[in-house]
């Protein structure tokens, strides 16, 4: 008895342990695992444009959230719910991440919760617009990340479980790939879209092995390559974002995007110069428009700091900048500026500004800049009214400044580590002088000298094109170079010095269009973008200098050739400061006439959003791909039953592979007679539906073993099989039938190939 009570009882567990093996299997583990790991693989390719890895972690965290309750909704028998479980829990985890203090019980969002995320959509907006790539994933762009990558990851889930048609899950990994590519400065990374690429193919493979069989390897394998080739392909093929060039209904021009360096000089590389904007002032006097300040200075360069836009801070009253005494002569200036297709969140305009008025966006000036920014409009077809004062500092006033640092300005001091060239060139253009001013001089005209050589096409040739500390030091050793060259070596020798410096994206003067004693309408066009130095003195503020050989005007307070100026000492070498511009010999290939290339595209938000739209079209489309091949070869089998040149075998093979497709194992060795048994028991099967089965099976007999005079008429068979197959489809469910449709089993024989035929 002890043996038999044993023995049931490890029959007992032995049967327990089977049932838990078979429900462990169907909350499918494995496939979650591999999605994982694929999401994983996917999301580390976006370190190319956001810094860190808590961004990374914090994805992981989502992705864990929603794969792990639809496993756990699976074990627990709601497979149906999973969805809703997934959904339910990915909201809970983002409430309690973003807004737990404003929700019930921390999980149960309230109204001060969606007003917690409004904001945090506003932030991230300011985030995005004006942070450099790779940007700092703060907790406005972590909160859009969740919004985005969330819903990837329920769609991905619902495709390998739901609907059951794993390999669509192409199109949730595919739309975080291509998200680098569409990102200015941002770029896909080659490890991530392998590893991508791996771990679709792996999901696919083990996906068909967990049915027991090979049968759907091949296709699967087949489809995964052209999902592969296409995500490789299809960023090449996009639409590039670095372009300078865009088009809208207001013609060509400039796009500054959210680093105007970058593009800066790709525009000034093209020959096919544009018209940006125009503007005309009281005094007939052209001056230099800025865009934004360029102050923000690491080891990989310069780079925009994120401007401070205060909603109070409406340009019609602006006041006078900080550290300007009232001894120093102001010269009242008021222009009107006409801009053309300008997309940039930078309004063009003078430095520095009393007022802004007439504009149609939400525009905002910042306080530490003076510059005007928005966070939701462009600059394109704005017509405005702008006060400004033009300062113009005696070389006396200059020079009392001496070397003083005031409080408030020692950001604009650092620096990181720099190649000795840097800093002893600097010391070698200034020996012999005192004063800051003295020592600005000296430096712009050190680089204005004859030493130097304007050029746009040399540091792309040599591999020099940036503001890092690095190119610097070649531009001071190889001497040739562009506006952004000048301008960040006087920027940042000026800092070793100890003068307190800063960077300006914008606009020279450009030409006037009518002739001398008209009133003068000034046209900037994009041959015009440049780029110059700020230099701070105690008492005057932020003054303006010229670096640049043969580009821009001097001012007449940086003019060695007026009155009471400094004149070229120490190092410096005068002369050749109007040198005419040179692009011959070493400064490469020019670029080709109208070579606008893919950046004549639609401008605005449709510019990102139809790339991203292309590419997932084009997964939907390889997707469909083996829908699209049985749909026609079950046209083609109807089409030959109904014109009379088709048999009973015909009708018979687009019954069996209808069969099939909706899930029924049809064994090869069973006769027509066991074959239609098995199809007049299937789901669904209605009387007039078993009785086409029926004919059909008695007329496969007739065909094989009866009398040519026996034979069914082929059209009536259409009929039957057109009744039989809608039954046969009718008796699946909904998911169930889509997967039928999308992913059709008839195109694989039992050998794991492609079926040649079905009829």
Request: hydrophobic share 45%; proline share 6%.
């Amino acid at each position: 008895m002890p043996g038999m009570v044993w023995a049931v009882r490890m029959r007992d567990l032995l049967k327990r342990d089977l049932l838990n093996t078979a429900r462990w299997e169907r909350t499918g583990w494995r496939t979650s695992g591999i999605l994982l790991v694929a999401f994983a693989v996917t999301l580390g390719g976006l370190h190319t444009m956001l810094e860190g890895v808590g961004w990374w972690l914090w994805c992981m965290v989502l992705v864990v959230v929603v794969l792990g309750s639809g496993v756990a909704a699976r074990w627990a028998g709601l497979g149906r719910w999973s969805p809703l479980v997934s959904t339910l829990a990915l909201a809970a985890t983002v409430v309690t991440r973003f807004a737990a203090d404003t929700a019930w019980l921390g999980v149960i969002p309230t109204g001060d919760t969606i007003l917690r995320f409004r904001t945090l959509l506003v932030d991230a907006t300011y985030s995005i617009t004006w942070q450099s790539t790779p940007a700092n994933a703060d907790v406005p762009i972590q909160f859009v990340m969740a919004l985005g990558i969330g819903p990837l990851v329920l769609i991905a889930e619902a495709l390998a479980f739901s609907v059951r048609l794993p390999a669509l899950t192409g199109i949730p990994l595919v739309a975080v790939f291509l998200v680098p590519g569409l990102t200015p400065d941002a770029e896909t990374s080659g490890l991530a879209f392998i590893g991508t690429a791996a771990s679709y193919l792996w999901l696919l493979m083990s996906t068909q092995r967990s049915l027991g069989s090979y049968r759907g390897l091949a296709p699967a394998l087949a489809i995964g390559s052209i999902a592969v080739i296409g995500g490789l392909v299809l960023p090449a093929a996009l639409p590039s974002t670095e372009q300078g060039i865009t088009a809208s209904e207001a013609g060509p021009s400039v796009v500054t995007g959210v680093n105007p360096i970058v593009r800066l000089g790709e525009d000034l590389r093209r020959t096919d110069d544009r018209p940006v904007l125009s503007y005309t002032t009281a005094s007939n006097k052209p001056y230099y428009l800025r865009l934004t300040t360029i102050s923000d200075f690491s080891q990989d360069g310069w780079g925009p700091e994120q401007p401070v836009l205060d909603r109070s801070n409406r340009p019609h009253t602006i006041p006078r900048p900080s550290g300007l005494q009232a001894d120093v002569r102001v010269r009242e200036e008021v222009g009107f500026i006409s801009v053309g297709n300008l997309a940039s969140p930078w309004l063009p305009v003078p430095y520095p500004i009393s007022s802004v008025t007439q504009l149609n966006g939400d525009w905002l000036w910042d306080k530490d800049t003076l510059t005007v920014a928005s966070n939701t409009d462009l600059a394109i077809g704005e017509n405005f009214t702008v006060r400004s004062h033009v300062i113009e500092p005696t070389p006396e006033q200059l020079q009392r400044a001496g070397t003083t640092v005031p409080d408030g300005v020692e950001d604009y001091l650092e620096l990181p580590a720099v190649p000795a060239i840097i800093s002893d060139t600097a010391r070698e253009a200034t020996a012999g002088v005192d004063t800051n001013y003295e020592k600005a001089v000296a430096l712009q005209q050190y680089l204005r000298s004859a030493l130097f050589r304007y050029s746009e096409q040399t540091p792309v040739a040599e591999g020099y094109d940036g503001t890092g500390v690095d190119m610097v030091g070649v531009f001071l050793e190889r001497r040739a170079g562009y506006c952004i060259h000048f301008a960040s070596a006087m920027a940042t020798m000026a800092r070793t010095l100890g003068i307190p410096s800063r960077m300006v994206i914008g606009f020279q003067q450009g030409s006037s269009t009518n002739s001398p004693g008209d009133s003068k309408i000034f046209e900037v066009t994009t041959d015009d973008l440049h780029s110059w130095p700020e230099l701070y003195f105690e008492g005057i503020g932020w003054v303006a200098f010229e670096p640049t050989q043969s580009r821009g005007r001097l001012p007449d307070y940086a003019n060695p050739g007026i009155a009471g100026v400094p004149a070229a000492i120490g190092g410096a070498i005068s002369g050749n400061a109007g040198a005419p511009r040179d692009d011959s010999g070493l400064d490469g290939p020019a670029a080709p006439s109208g070579s606008q290339g893919s950046g004549w595209f639609v401008s605005g938000q449709w510019r990102l959003l139809l790339p991203i739209a292309g590419a997932v079209l084009l997964v939907i489309v390889l997707s469909l791909l083996p829908a699209g091949v049985r749909m026609l070869r079950h046209r083609r089998n109807v089409a030959g039953l109904r014109s009379g040149r088709g048999s009973a075998m015909l009708a018979w093979r687009e019954l069996r592979a209808t069969a099939t497709d909706v899930g029924l194992a049809l064994r090869r060795t069973e006769t027509p007679r066991e074959t239609v048994e098995r199809l007049r028991r299937a789901r669904g099967m209605t009387q007039s539906g078993r009785d086409a089965v029926s004919r059909i099976g008695a007329a496969v007999e007739r065909e094989r073993f009866g009398r040519p005079s026996e034979l069914a008429d082929s059209g009536s068979l259409a009929d039957d099989v057109a009744v039989a197959t809608a039954c046969l489809r009718s008796g699946i469910a909904g998911p169930e039938r889509l997967r039928a449709t999308l992913w059709p089993n008839s195109l694989v024989n039992r050998n794991g190939r492609l079926a040649a035929r079905t009829g």
